[in-house]
């Protein structure tokens, strides 16, 4: 097991890794860039996570979109797919038609 943790790659082009669950994601939440820019984050390199992971994801899109931000998901691991799909949030992170950007490429 790993705490979260954010890492840039390039501007604008993080990487997500580690545990997003219910005791990480509160000092993840902090370290999050909320800025009127648009970050396409790969999140190949999450090891586990659960519905508070998933609620990180969306609230940090919801802060994204309040300042003018976008958010782009790449390599969404299948447990995330899951969890949104059960939770009946896929619509918001996968979009029409990946329209949101949430692929698995």
Known sequence: MSNGA???RHPGELILRGDLRAPEVPALLDSLPVTAR???????GIE???SAGLALILE?????ASVG???VLRHPPDPLVRLAQI???D???LGDDDQMGMTEQ
């Open 48 to 50: 586990r996570i659960d």
């Open 38 to 44: 648009h970050y396409e984050v790969d999140l190949g």
């Open 87 to 89: 939770s009946g949030v």
């Open 91 to 93: 619509k918001l992170l």
């Open 60 to 64: 940090w899109q919801r802060r994204l």
């Open 6 to 8: 954010l890492e840039e």
């Open 69 to 71: 931000g976008s958010l």
